[in-house]
């Protein structure tokens, strides 16, 4: 978003946090939104879309927003401790994953050393079109053993920004370089035993520049419609988790009535 989108996305968020707006009430109309918050229709409704997609405000009626009534859990446990950590040693290390045996101590159990595996950061990007449709890999991996349908991505270089990681990647793999990505969740895929940040990002539109640059990672390359994505979930058909976050992230926000997209 640029930075007058930024200024009403923090807005929005303050007015909220502050209860100006309490839970269960509606916002302004969009009318009312764009004068007294000095900005057009088209980047007001990027902004409560991504609002949307935090759960922040619900879209409510055809074209209104309210705050969400929130749950029972409004706290977490202030009186839970976090586990010691003292220590850790390498087991093994090479240019693709680290072991290491880190030396734990929970509350109230004795020490003890924890397996750990330590691989890459990694970005993955579904892109949109506006056919409802998502660019897609049907690929085979050897690990599984299996053929699947996966969403472009990969490992983010040393340096390197995620979300040109992800452009990166969508380019090289598919031959189709993304009009704009949005960054949407970081999450980790196994996070009691091994640690691989992966950032998900979500666009819309796509411009054909030529055939995949890397072979390797490369497979048949098509435009998949949402439409038939559960029906790929039933059949396990979806291979790795971020195909799975990426594209449950962009079913639920159809289904909640916001686009899944925001340019940026």
């Given at each position: 978003?640029?930075?007058?989108?930024?200024?009403?996305?923090?807005?929005?968020?303050?007015?909220?946090?502050?209860?100006?707006?309490?839970?269960?009430?509606?916002?302004?109309?969009?009318?009312?939104?764009?004068?007294?918050?000095?900005?057009?229709?088209?980047?007001?409704?990027?902004?409560?879309?991504?609002?949307?997609?935090?759960?922040?405000?619900?879209?409510?009626?055809?074209?209104?927003?309210?705050?969400?009534?929130?749950?029972?859990?409004?706290?977490?446990?202030g009186d839970l401790e976090p586990w010691q950590i003292h220590g850790e040693r390498t087991?093994?290390?090479?240019?693709?994953?680290?072991?290491?045996?880190?030396?734990?101590?929970?509350?109230?159990?004795?020490?003890?050393?924890?397996?750990?595996?330590?691989?890459?950061?990694?970005?993955?990007?579904?892109?949109?079109?506006?056919?409802?449709?998502?660019?897609?890999?049907?690929?085979?991996?050897?690990?599984?053993?299996?053929?699947?349908?996966?969403?472009?991505?990969?490992?983010?270089?040393e340096g390197e920004d995620p979300a040109q990681a992800a452009l990166r990647e969508v380019e090289e793999e598919t031959g189709w370089r993304p009009d704009s990505l949005e960054h949407v969740v970081t999450y980790q895929p196994m996070v009691g035993m091994v640690d691989s940040?992966?950032?998900i990002y979500v666009g819309r539109g796509a411009k054909h520049i030529g055939d995949p640059t890397d072979v390797e990672e490369s497979g048949h390359v098509a435009w998949v419609p949402l439409a038939d994505i559960p029906g790929l979930m039933e059949r396990g058909e979806l291979l790795g988790s971020g195909t799975l976050v990426a594209l449950l992230h962009v079913l639920a926000s159809r289904t909640a009535g916001a686009s899944p997209t925001t340019a940026v």
């Open positions: 978003m640029g930075p007058k989108s930024e200024r009403v996305y923090r807005t929005i968020r303050e007015w909220i946090a502050a209860g100006k707006y309490s839970p269960g009430s509606k916002l302004p109309s969009e009318r009312t939104l764009t004068e007294e918050l000095d900005i057009g229709r088209t980047a007001l409704r990027q902004v409560l879309a991504k609002l949307v997609n935090e759960r922040v405000i619900e879209v409510h009626g055809r074209s209104s927003y309210r705050v969400p009534n929130r749950s029972a859990i409004t706290e977490v446990p087991v093994y290390d090479n240019r693709w994953v680290k072991l290491s045996l880190v030396d734990v101590e929970p509350p109230g159990v004795e020490r003890f050393e924890h397996h750990v595996v330590r691989l890459h950061h990694v970005a993955i990007a579904a892109v949109l079109d506006d056919q409802e449709r998502v660019l897609m890999l049907w690929r085979y991996r050897f690990v599984v053993d299996s053929f699947g349908w996966e969403l472009p991505g990969g490992i983010v270089d940040p992966h950032e």
